[in-house]
C-alpha cells in the first residue's frame, strides 16, 4: 500500500497514534498535542509554547507557473505562522530547514530567503536557526515556528457548542482562484508584476491570495483577548474541510448559510470568465489562512464590534449545531445539502 | 554559480546575514542566534530555550544500502536531539516534517517513525507536531527540537580560553568507518543483522555508530552543572572540523595530540583491513555526535572524576592556545602538522 491510499489525518494517526501515552506527553509537558493546528506546551508556569511546522516541496505546493521563489519562501513561513494564528497566539521564533539540489542556483535560494524575511519581519518573527542540505530531489522548505500564550489562551479546534455562531476572518476562495488562473496562464510566474499593469489588474488580490497570503494574527489574539471564542481553525484546506475539523473534534454539526459566505468581485468575475462555480472555490480550494471559528450567539454582535473597532472584517456564515457528523450548507434559495469533507488533500490527491 | 560552490556556513551566511539586526533580535528574545549549534531564546525570566533543526535526505544522508528506515528515522531524531547536547541542554520536544514521494510505501514510512520514537522515548522527548507531505524527489525528513537550560547555562562554541584542555566524550571515526563499510559492501542495509550473526560482529559498534547514534544528553548535562565547560559543539562534520569551528568562533588556536584521540579498535581492525589511515576517520569523517568541548586545565581532572562517577569516558586530547587561526596536529613522533579545515561538507562536497 501506499501513502497516496490515505488522507494525510489518517497517515499521521497511523504514524503517531498511541507511541506516547497521554500521561507521558502530559509528564512532559504538553498543554495540547498533535491533532490541532500546532502544539502547545508548558515550560514554565505561566506561559504556554506554541510548536507548529509546515512544508512545501516543489511540484505539490508550488511550479515555476504558479510562485516565484520569493513567494515560496513568504508562503512558507506565512503557512507555518498562520497555525499559531489558528491557536490565537503570537508567532515568536522561527526554524528554516531547506533542502535542494546542488547545483540550485545561489539567486533563487536568496530570493526564497527574503521572502521568507519579508513575512518573518512583517509579524515579528526571528529566524532563530535552521538547516540546509543537498538533496536529490527538488526544492523542500520546512518551516517551524514557536509561538506563545499565556498559560490556557489558546485557541483549540474541539471547543464549539451547538448554538455558537460560526464566522470567518476574510474572504474565501481567492487563493484557489488565483492558483486557477495562473495554472491556466501557463507563463511563468516571475513575469507576474505585468499582469497589474495590463488589463489583469483586478485579478491582483487573488494571485496575492495565492501567492503572499497574509497570515490572522491580529484577528487570532483579538479573538482570543475576547475571551469569547470557542473553537478556531485556520483555512487551509478549504471552508468545508475545515469545518468539518471543528465539528468532528468537538463533537457537533455546523450549517453554513451560502449567501453569508464572502467571496471577492474578482473571484466572481473570475469563476464566470472560467465557468465555474464561485462558492467551490471557497468550500474546497483552500490556502486562503482566513480564521474560521466559533463564537456564543450572545456575544457575535460585540465580537463583530471588537473586529470593526480594530478594522478587520468578521463574516458570521452560519451556526452550530446539536447533530453530531452533520455539516450542510443551507442554500441561498432554502434548500440544504450535506458537504462533502473533501477539500485540497496531499496524498489521497 | 551553484550552492555547490559554497560550503554551508557561506551559503547560511550569505542568506540570512544582516536581515534581522543584533538589537531586533535581542528585543525578540534571542539569547544566542544563527551560528552556534541551535538557538537559546527566552521566553520567560530565568529558563532559556534551545530550538534547533536538523535534516536528512534521500541519497545524501542515506541509501538502502548504508540505513534501514528505521535507521533513517532514529538518526534524524538524534543529529537533532544531539544540537541540545551540544548546547548543554535538555531536549524537551520534537517537531516532525517528513515529505516524500506519493507512492512511498507506508510500511517504510512507518518503520522510520519507529526510529524516530525510538530515540524521542530514550531521551525524553515528546513529538509534539509534525507536518507530512508529498514530494516528486526523494523521501526528506527533518526534526526541530526545542530544548532547554536555566538561563545563562547553555554552553557555546565561542567561549574556548587560552589554556583550556580540549577533551571529548567518546571515541571518533566509528560512524565513518561504518558508513565506509555499507558502502563497499554495497548490500542491502536491512541485511545488517546478519552482521553479527557472523564473522563480522566485530564491525557491530562502527554501523550502530553511524545508523544509530546516541546523543550525549548525559555529558552535556553534567558539563553545563559543573559549571567548568567553556566552549562546546558536537561532532558532526568531523575533528578538525569542529575544532576550527570552536578555534575560528573563540578566537583561539588548538593542538591536538595524535596519541590522545580515542579509536577503538574496531575501527583500528577496519583501517587496517581497508588499506586507511584510522585516524582519518576520526579527523574527517564525522557524524560521531561525540561533544568536543574545552574546560580550564586545572578542573580538568575534577571533570574526569565526575564523568568517571558517572559511568562515562572524558579523553583530554589536547590544550587550547593563543594563537586565533592554527589548529594543529601533534603527531605521535612529535612533529606537527597543521590540520585542514575540512569536513564532510554537503554543499562543497
Known amino acids: 500500500m501506499g501513502t497516496e491510499a490515505l488522507d494525510e489525518f489518517s497517515l499521521i494517526r497511523l504514524l503517531t497514534g498511541g507511541r506516547q501515552s497521554p500521561a507521558f506527553q502530559r509528564a512532559g509537558g504538553v498543554v495540547t498535542g498533535i491533532g490541532d493546528d500546532a502544539a502547545v506546551v508548558e515550560v514554565t508556569a505561566g506561559r504556554q509554547l506554541i510548536l507548529t511546522c509546515d512544508t512545501m516541496t516543489d511540484t505539490t505546493h508550488f511550479t515555476p507557473v504558479t510562485m516565484r521563489d520569493r513567494d515560496i519562501g513568504f508562503k512558507a513561513m506565512a503557512s507555518a505562522v498562520s497555525d499559531v494564528a489558528a491557536m490565537g497566539g503570537t508567532p515568536r521564533f522561527a526554524l528554516v530547514s531547506?533542502?535542494?539540489?546542488?547545483?540550485?542556483?545561489?539567486?533563487?535560494?536568496?530570493?526564497?530567503?527574503?521572502?521568507?524575511?519579508?513575512?518573518?519581519?512583517?509579524?515579528?518573527?526571528?529566524?532563530?536557526?535552521?538547516?540546509?542540505?543537498?538533496?536529490?530531489?527538488?526544492?523542500?522548505?520546512?518551516?517551524?515556528?514557536?509561538?506563545?500564550?499565556?498559560?490556557?489562551?489558546?485557541?483549540?479546534?474541539s471547543t464549539a457548542v451547538p448554538g455558537d455562531v460560526v464566522f470567518v476572518t476574510g474572504e474565501l476562495g481567492n487563493s484557489a482562484a488565483g492558483l486557477d488562473w495562473l495554472l491556466s496562464r501557463r507563463a511563468p510566474a516571475s513575469s507576474w508584476e505585468d499582469v497589474w499593469a495590463g488589463a489583469d489588474v483586478e485579478l491582483r488580490p487573488l494571485i496575492e491570495a495565492h501567492c503572499r497570503p497574509l497570515p490572522r494574527i491580529e484577528a487570532g489574539e483579538l479573538l482570543r483577548q475576547s475571551a469569547w471564542c470557542h473553537a478556531l481553525n485556520d483555512v487551509s484546506d478549504g471552508l468545508a474541510s475545515e469545518a468539518w475539523e471543528i465539528a468532528e473534534a468537538s463533537g457537533v454539526g455546523m450549517d453554513l448559510l451560502e449567501e453569508r459566505i464572502?467571496?471577492?468581485?474578482?473571484?466572481?468575475?473570475?469563476?464566470?470568465?472560467?465557468?465555474?462555480?464561485?462558492?467551490?472555490?471557497?468550500?474546497?480550494?483552500?490556502?486562503?489562512?482566513?480564521?474560521?471559528?466559533?463564537?456564543?450567539?450572545?456575544?457575535?454582535?460585540?465580537?463583530?464590534?471588537?473586529?470593526?473597532?480594530?478594522?478587520?472584517?468578521?463574516?458570521?456564515?452560519?451556526?452550530?449545531?446539536?447533530?453530531?457528523?452533520?455539516?450542510?450548507?443551507?442554500?441561498?434559495?432554502?434548500?440544504?445539502?450535506?458537504?462533502?469533507?473533501?477539500?485540497?488533500?496531499?496524498?489521497?490527491?
Open 98 to 157: 531547506l533542502s535542494m539540489p546542488r547545483s540550485y542556483p545561489v539567486e533563487r535560494v536568496h530570493s526564497l530567503y527574503e521572502g521568507l524575511y519579508d513575512c518573518a519581519n512583517r509579524f515579528g518573527v526571528v529566524v532563530a536557526g535552521g538547516d540546509t542540505t543537498s538533496s536529490s530531489g527538488g526544492l523542500t522548505v520546512s518551516v517551524s515556528v514557536i509561538g506563545e500564550t499565556e498559560a490556557g489562551g489558546a485557541l483549540l479546534r
Open 262 to 349: 464572502p467571496l471577492s468581485d474578482a473571484l466572481c468575475r473570475h469563476a464566470a470568465a472560467a465557468g465555474k462555480e464561485p462558492l467551490d472555490y471557497a468550500l474546497f480550494g483552500g490556502e486562503d489562512y482566513e480564521l474560521l471559528g466559533t463564537a456564543p450567539a450572545e456575544h457575535a454582535p460585540a465580537l463583530q464590534m471588537k473586529f470593526k473597532d480594530a478594522g478587520m472584517p468578521l463574516y458570521l456564515i452560519g451556526v452550530v449545531t446539536a447533530e453530531a457528523g452533520s455539516v450542510r450548507l443551507i442554500r441561498s434559495g432554502g434548500d440544504t445539502v450535506p458537504l462533502e469533507k473533501k477539500g485540497y488533500n496531499h496524498f489521497a490527491g
